[in-house]
């Protein structure tokens, strides 16, 4: 800072010098990739919920039994009530958790391995056990898609959701065990 006698010129700052931060990192065409990553998180996590919620619809019009049997398999046949259930609860809380950024990395791991069994089952055919097309009600690319999405959201930060807002990976900084787990899980 220059001073002359009796009056102070102002410094010039610039932000040349300091690091980068994980918030202020942008792609070469101006995206900030954490709101774009936590935008794909939340708009994902939307898909999941309406997906939950439409098992739910699909137990209360009585159309659950038929959608599972139609894969053709007596074990899910047999228990179509379990495996629908499991199902709808499974895609409405990682839905719900992915929307509110809570418990991300679990429910983002959860939806993979719902959408990698959804597409898995649709696309192996009952009779004869060959792969093709399937005997299920699902599109085997969007299940296959949105696996993937779901698996690259396990490694998206934990931005813009209740787990940034509370601060919760701060919370467990230390380098034991306990604390990384709760780290990945939780935040």
Known sequence: MATTYGKVSPAVVTNELEAPSISSTRTSIGFDSVKLASAMRIVFGGV?????????????????????????????????????????????????????????????????????????????????????????????????????????LVFAPAAYGLASYFHLRERWGTSSVKDALLRFFVA
Do not use: C, H
């Open 48 to 152: 999941f919920l309406f997906d939950g919620m439409l098992k739910w619809s699909l137990f209360y019009q009585g159309q659950m039994q038929g959608i599972i049997q139609g894969y053709g398999f007596d074990y899910l046949s047999n228990n179509w009530v379990m495996v629908g259930a499991l199902v709808g609860v499974g895609e409405t809380l990682a839905g719900t958790a992915l929307i509110v950024g809570l418990f991300q990395r679990p429910a983002a791991l959860a939806g993979a391995g719902i959408m990698t069994f959804i597409w898995g089952y649709g696309n192996y055919a009952a009779s004869g056990n060959v792969w093709g097309y399937g005997t299920g009600y699902t599109d085997p690319g969007g299940d296959l898609m949105l696996a993937m999405v779901f698996g690259a």
